[in-house]
Nanobody, 119 residues
Framework: QVQLVESGVGLVQAGGSLRLSCAAS????????MGWYRQAPGKQRELVAA???????NYDDPVKGRFTISRDNAKNTVYLQMNSLKPEDTDVYYC?????????????WGQGTQVTVSS
């Protein structure tokens, strides 16, 4: 089992910056990919950015050049640095971790943290 605890709830003006953190605990040695998703009311949860245990990153197109995902494996923590924020970035952001055990991949989620960008 893996537990994910997010921090960094924020209200920021457009053009501002915010950093989200997500600390993992439990069976952290088995975590493969960690990432951030976001979800607006009535919409599907969408990938924002992900980072592998080796440091490879992947970003959704709308955030490329503005958001940076990083990971501290020693602290079992993943970060999302969000710059040049736009009102359309307003969403609930969820931390995610995937764990592979044999042929099966397990997904774990944080509780979600609200990010609000005012215009």
């Amino acid at each position: 089992q893996v537990q994910l605890v997010e921090s960094g709830v924020g209200l920021v003006q457009a053009g501002g910056s915010l950093r989200l953190s997500c600390a993992a605990s439990g069976s952290t040695f088995s975590i493969d990919v960690m990432g951030w998703y976001r979800q607006a009311p009535g919409k599907q949860r969408e990938l924002v950015a992900a980072i592998s245990s080796g440091g490879r990153t992947n970003y959704d197109d709308p955030v490329k050049g503005r958001f940076t995902i990083s990971r501290d494996n020693a602290k079992n923590t993943v970060y999302l640095q969000m710059n040049s924020l736009k009102p359309e970035d307003t969403d609930v952001y969820y931390c995610h971790a995937s764990v592979k055990r044999g042929w099966v991949t397990y997904d774990y989620w944080g509780q979600g943290t609200q990010v609000t960008v005012s215009s």
